[in-house]
């Protein structure tokens, strides 16, 4: 019979609220937390191990448990806050990236440098995977994933285009297609290895030299004579 989580494996005396504070203890504020994961804490004196009896934090802690479902009203929307909080510092520097229209070169480079950061972190691979492979079963995790996070990066890739295009620096073309070609070039030689273990986490030296090709081809295609 298993014993993790397991009522009857309590002390009698810890029946009242379900814990016998047994799994770990942690030293906060200046008493010994004795903690389990489903009930509150005992507190005890981190010298003499005096028990003080079950800490709620002062009275800040009003329930025995809790979930971060307290705070969203579905799975979907806390999916969405996750993805969001993940790439956000990253679509940050996308967005904060600088256009020069006298040295195009120059500022897709920085452009391309941010978007591989980006797309080989291995926080974010690890995700890509999980979501393909899930897409088909949860198809609404699936969109809440792209609308946060591929989508919120190509939005980012095109305001780039669109000053650049405003500036005459490259041929009038749509700046979508300019950024989903831009972005292709950036990653051909490296997302798809990543993603399928091939190839590790590349360093800064790779991303720098897939960048380079990249942006010499892109030039080389859309550049204005």
Known sequence: MTIYRNVFTNDPQAAQNNSTANTTVLKHNGVLLAMKEDNLPYAMDPDTLETFGVWDFDGQVR????????????????????????????VERLIDVPVDGRNIEKTLTKLGLEFLRLITTPNVVALDRLIISEARRLPDLARIFYENGPKRTIEALIRVFDELLANSAIRPVDSTTLALHFKALCESSILERQLWCVERQPN?????????????AFLHGYANP
């Open 204 to 216: 800064e030296i790779r991303l720098k030299k897939a960048v380079a090709s990249a942006v010499s």
């Open 63 to 90: 329930s025995a448990t809790f979930t971060l479902y307290n705070y969203f009203a579905s799975k979907e929307e806390l999916f969405e806050a996750f993805v969001v909080e993940a790439g956000r510092s990253a």
